[in-house]
């Protein structure tokens, strides 16, 4: 059993889309769980606001996003990070921080936000039962 809380970082180009997805939907279903964890969302090129279709669709799910606005990963974020999950190339400097992990299985959410949020639950409910076994 954890006694800290353990940060994971979901980090999409613009932190304006799939990363806010992945956080908002990994909060709420480690909440329901009980467990002692938290995501945040993260850009390496963060937008100015975030994608308002993503903000709708949440909305509609009954979810809000973790994040108010994109915000630029951090190193010393991505160093304290329990795991990194990135939907992009990370630049160099991340590479040594934390485990990371690609997921390249997630469809633009521009282009759809159901697919994207399908694929994003489907690979957040695998972390979580990987991360509750650690």
């Excluded at 970082?9 to 329901?32: D, Q, T």
Aim: glycine content about 6%; overall charge negative; some cysteine.
């Amino acid at each position: 059993m954890m006694t800290e809380i353990g940060t994971i970082v979901f980090v999409c180009e613009h932190g304006a889309a799939k990363s806010v997805i992945a956080a908002a939907y990994f909060n709420s279903l480690a909440r329901e769980k009980g467990l002692d964890l938290m995501a945040v969302a993260r850009g390496t090129q963060p937008d100015e606001e975030l994608s308002p279709k993503t903000v709708i669709g949440l909305q509609k799910d009954g979810l809000t996003p973790a994040e108010t606005k994109p915000r630029k990963l951090a190193p010393e974020e991505a160093g304290s990070a329990r795991r990194i999950i990135s939907f992009c190339d990370l630049p160099e400097e991340y590479h040594q921080a934390a485990v990371i992990e690609r997921w390249e299985d997630v469809p633009p959410v521009s282009e759809n936000y159901q697919a994207a949020r399908d694929a994003i639950v489907k690979n957040l409910h695998c972390l979580l039962a990987e991360l509750t076994q650690t």
